[in-house]
């Protein structure tokens, strides 16, 4: 039995728990596959996911994930977001009672367009206050290297929060605090959509500018977006929102990014989700956004493109920071 239980051992989950067990948590992974369970428990290696990556062998795996949810005081969850509801139906049952469970995940369910913990919430039907979401510029690799890094855990409850926070760091990981979990939840799946847009630019061969400029309008449309949905304006300047923009827009390590470029190259929405050997969940997130944003009115010029360009129905090379339709200046 360990105190702590990460469920799914792709890039992510794998190196959430290494830094929850380089912090001192009693701390199991649960992987699907038995073979991937195996070989982070006995070569300390998850060489699909973390290439070069050697795990602390207080980290240990299991693909048994009603072992490893027993007795665990904290639960979190890294699995595909498209994935979660169906896990959670299954072996939901098998958290403790009163063990807050945290969201690693950045997406938004398509069809239901629920954030992660609202998904926890209808599933678990647990109170919102023992749910907790974690965002930030998170680099799985980067982290698994050690290379100093923060990230925000967000709870509509400060204890939850503050508890989850303390678990989770160490030396080279620090997590900060707030209760703005849609700000922070919004800002991790949003930040994705951006990042396929910066993607198709580079893929295309345009330069700095273009990025730069659609990064920083990308920042005043998610910010909009977020806020019509109940956020506060300042967390997307935050670790969730700016914060996550520069990392993954900047970094060929981004799946969102290398999807992106993919598009930016002439490859097909088909072509690209089948040469992708992670999850970019911004692929699925794209039509549920761009529904909520059509029901609160919020314009978001940047993500129609990027649907656009996915759709076949505009060409890569015509993506701008602004809508060719855009004829009257409007306000920065
Ligand atoms: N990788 C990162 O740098 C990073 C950082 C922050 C947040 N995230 C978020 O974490 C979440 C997980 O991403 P990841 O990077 O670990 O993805 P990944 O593609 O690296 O791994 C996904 C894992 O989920 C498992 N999985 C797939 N379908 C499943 C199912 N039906 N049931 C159970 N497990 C299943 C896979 O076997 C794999 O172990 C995503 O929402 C992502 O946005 C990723
Ligand atoms: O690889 P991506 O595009 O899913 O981004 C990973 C993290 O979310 C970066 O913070």
Not at 3 to 27: E, I, Q, R, Y
Not at 51 to 56: A, F, S, V
Not at 200 to 210: A, S
Request: net charge negative; proline share 5%; aromatic share 4%.
């Amino acid at each position: 039995m360990a105190d702590v239980a990460v469920l799914g051992a792709g890039s992510w989950g794998t190196t959430f728990a290494k830094t929850l067990a380089d912090g001192g948590a009693d701390t199991v992974l649960w992987a699907r596959r038995p073979e991937a369970a195996r070989e982070i428990d006995e070569s300390r290696r998850n060489t699909r996911y973390l290439p070069g990556i050697t795990l602390p062998a207080s980290l240990h795996a299991t693909s048994d994930i009603r072992a490893a949810l027993e007795g665990a005081s904290q639960v979190y969850l890294a699995v595909p977001s498209q994935q979660l509801r169906q896990l959670l139906r299954e072996h939901g049952d098998a958290i403790e009672a009163g063990a807050p469970v945290v969201s690693l995940m950045k997406g938004v369910e398509a069809g239901t367009r629920l954030r992660m913990s609202e998904v926890i919430a209808q599933e678990l039907r647990i109170d919102p206050e023992r749910i907790a979401v974690v965002s930030g510029p998170n680099l799985a690799l980067e982290i698994a290297q050690e290379q100093p890094t923060a990230a925000v855990v967000s709870s509509t409850s400060p204890t939850t929060a503050r508890d989850v926070a303390k678990r989770a760091r160490n030396d080279y990981f620090h997590s900060f605090i707030n209760t703005d979990v849609i700000g922070t939840e919004f800002g991790g799946v949003l930040k994705n959509l951006v990042a396929l847009a910066i993607g198709i630019v580079d893929g295309v061969g345009y330069g700095e500018n273009t990025k730069a400029s659609i990064i920083t309008r990308g920042l005043a449309e998610l910010t909009d977006f977020a806020v019509a949905h109940g956020a506060e304006r300042e967390t997307l300047r935050g670790l969730a929102g700016l914060g996550d923009l520069i990392a993954t827009c900047g970094s060929p390590l981004s799946r969102n990014f290398t999807a992106g470029r993919l598009l930016g190259m002439g490859y097909s929405r088909t072509d690209v989700i089948a040469r992708m050997e992670q999850v970019a969940e911004g692929l699925a997130s794209v039509d549920p956004v761009a529904e909520l944003a059509a029901a609160r009115g919020v314009r978001m010029p940047i993500l129609e493109q990027v649907r656009l360009v996915l759709d076949g129905a505009m060409d890569p090379r015509d993506i701008a920071p602004h809508l060719t339709t855009d004829d009257e200046p409007i306000e920065e």
